[in-house]
């Protein structure tokens, strides 16, 4: 049987580790082609994946799919351009633009939290996902809708990683909070922007997860169990949980979703 999304082609950002990598291999799974792009090639070795010394692309490929890789920072303006120039050059187009890349700087108040990390957070959270949505919605602009097994047209569909500090605040995280409400809104906006164009633009919004973002507060028995005990589900969320949901909001079932904010989160803003 053909998968939810055979042929066509994903770009994930922050493809290397974490939920990108998981993202990326469930949409490959379905059949998707992918393009993975990551500031590092190689997985981060504080992730919880078991083949961290295999990186996305290959662990793709060797299960019969298709994949390349494309270094880019994605606060950056032209490497996302060439993201998509690479991806439009080695497969033709674009149906799937996945904006996960993210990064956190731990614990603080706005009292010590500095301006340099202010701007990290922002730069790649929010100018990231901003930029990433700019040159996907300009690439499937360019190009001709295609028909789903529906018989709908589709242009193209968007899944940004936001996260569960973007509808509520998270204790001691100013700037990433911040980052990820503009993630949330930006969202939001580019859904009735772009919902007459059958463009779809949604977000995840995962809560505590293990991850190598995370990883330094599960290790400690006092962070560890705060995060347990805040989240009312019997265990913190894998990369597996926002792979899933990522994987329907790309494919023809969520066809007339847009502008959604989708929790993953065992039940931490259902409160
Ligand atoms: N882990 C969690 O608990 C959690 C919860 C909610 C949301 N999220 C979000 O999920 C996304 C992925 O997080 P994760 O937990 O997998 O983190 P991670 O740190 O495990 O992986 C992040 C990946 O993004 C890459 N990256 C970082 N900066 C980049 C940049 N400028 N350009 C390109 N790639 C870059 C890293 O190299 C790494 O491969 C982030 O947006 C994060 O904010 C994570």
Redesign the pocket.
Known sequence: MAGKLEGRVAVV??S?????RAIAIALAREGAVLMC????KS??KG?YEKDLEVDTDAVITQSGGRASFVA????KASDVQNIIHCAVETYGRIDIMVN?????TGLHSIIDETEEQYDFTMN??AK?VWLGCKYAITQFMKQEPITTSTGAQLRGRIVN?A??GGLVGLALEPAYCASKGAVVNLTRELAIDFAPERINVNAIC????A????RSFLEQDDTNKLLHDLTPWPRVGE?QDVARAALFLASDDAEWMTGSMLTVDGAFTAR
């Open positions: 950002t922050g290397s580790s974490g939920n990108g792009s990551d500031l590092n997985a981060l992730g880019a920072d994605a606060s996960n890349a993210g990064v956190f790649v959270n990231g990683i996260s569960i995962p809560g505590f997860l991850t190598a973002m995370v990369a």
